[in-house]
């Protein structure tokens, strides 16, 4: 079978084999990797270096001759000093070749066809400004693209640089960048964490390119890599390094090759990503329709909308949170549920909590209740249903208390010790009392600060897809657990569903709020403050509808936890069969 065959016979499958990017933390960003067609791309490079990409000329001159020329060259300019003679390397044992060659290719090591290693320096000050410097930031991860060219002008420089030439390969030695390769197609310098690669009589540059970015050569350079804060690839083992060598004239039309399928699979790309764009813009709108519906009616027409084409809507990880999300929505807009007149208003909660309120007052127990809230047409976010009223978090709140961070053991608590929490344990939907750490054996713990059934935890610093964040913590939850500095507990009144103001807490409308508000420098670090927390609207349902509101939610999460799952087994199924018919191909080409 033909590269392009390989292509065309699994067109669905390079294109459909998708996973979720991650980042930092236990959650993702709902963005999505093409893994088929970054597996198809590996396995171009892997069956160009093994001489299955193109046909073989069996009149082309053998690379075995080649070689001998590149000792011949290398003889002559040690002989003329314009090049240090380096140490011998060793021949290459059969049980050191990684897969047999085909006729009239040659097993060559990296340093006996290049001057790897040898480098000419560039001090600040001996570089025009028009000058080119490169960093390994200018240089895309996996495709190797140019992102910037960069001056002396723009980016001066304190510390020496390596200088390259027009032709030379540029290879980015440090992990996890050893992907990062580029053809120099003018002079420059660079940093000394890229090393400039000459190849010697006759090697085509992009040959060499494609064969330093093949998966067989990054898993050795992954294997080579030395030290722990920033691994690189010694000289040394880089020199030791394996490379297929083919002759010089099909060196030129492998690479031809991979270019004309590398840019087959570009447009695969390109036209996968505005499937997926487009699908995503689809739901967003269809999904936004549904929480305008201005009632039961509305919300019964859009919803039988969505559901006539269920199965190709919510086929990605994103488009099913978007979807929980207008869950969240439509149950605090009151479109969730139907309202029952016999329900006590929640007006009337709202008074009984008021004097709850002022009650512990007088006993001490509690703080004064604040001022009543002024409804405005500004400050309400969307309209309610009529038993229902606008409240902040604070008309609800009993106590609220900050938590306390001390010099913590950089461990888990063991056993029934104290520990602190985490922020993390605050931060993904359902408290988890694992994430703490553990307070020393010589601090005494805070009895008042521990947490107890109930209570609404709230993250008052994380990054700001996080920060605000909230849990309750269920019943039977582990005891001796006190809360951080950045978490915030509000002891809620017994009259209110602390669920349904959790379900709140994550809707849309109060992710918004918390967007406009949150303090901080960076997207990394936001924050808020318990009394911005406080302020938070509420559109407060009456007690019996609260519960049957987060009944149902649950329920309709539950289902789109189980989508997701069912979508992440059939993701790593496709995944795995693409896979499957990388390794079939390499074997068997």
Known sequence: MSAQQLITDHLDLWTGAVTSRSTAGRGHNGKIELTGLKKLRELILELAVRGKLVEQDPTDEPASVLLERIAEEKARLVEEGKIKKTKHLPEVAEEDKPFELPQGWSWARLGEITNYGSTDKAEPGEVEDTSWVLELEDIEKESSRLVQRITYRERPFKSSKNRFAPG?????????????????????????????????????????????????????????????????????????????????????????????????????????????????????????????????????????????????????????????QAILQLAVMGRLVEQDPDDEPASVLLEKIAEEKTRLAKEGKSRKSGTKLAQTAKEIPFHIPDNWEWCKLDDLSLHSAAGWSPQCDNIPRSGNNWGVLKVSAVSWGAFDPDENKSLPSNLDPRIELEIKTNDFLVSRANTSNLVARSVVVPPHAPRNLMMSDKIVRFTLSRKINALYVNLTNNSKTSRDYYSRIAGGTSSSMKNVSRKQIQELFIPLPPQNEQHRIVKKADALIALCDQLKERLSDAGDTRTQLAEAVVEKAVKTA
């Open 168 to 324: 030379d390969i540029l290879y980015g030695k440090l992990r996890p960048y050893l992907d990062k390769v580029l053809v120099a197609d003018q002079a420059g310098v660079c940093t000394t964490e890229i090393i400039p690669i000459r190849a010697f009589h006759d090697i085509f540059s992009p040959y060499l390119k494609l064969a330093l970015k093949s998966p067989t050569f990054k898993a050795y350079a992954n294997d080579s890599t030395h030290g722990m804060n920033l691994p690189r690839l010694g000289t040394e083992r880089a020199r030791l390094a394996l490379i297929a060598l083919p002759p010089k004239e099909q060196q030129n039309r492998i690479a031809e090759k991979v270019d004309e399928l590398m840019a087959l699979c570009d447009r695969l790309e390109q036209q996968t990503g505005e499937q997926l764009e487009a699908h995503e813009v689809l739901v967003d709108a269809l999904l936004d329709a549904l929480t305008r519906s201005a009632n039961a009616s509305e919300v019964a027409k859009n919803w039988a909308r969505i559901a006539e084409h269920f199965d190709t809507l919510f086929t990605t990880e994103a488009s099913i949170d978007k979807l929980k």
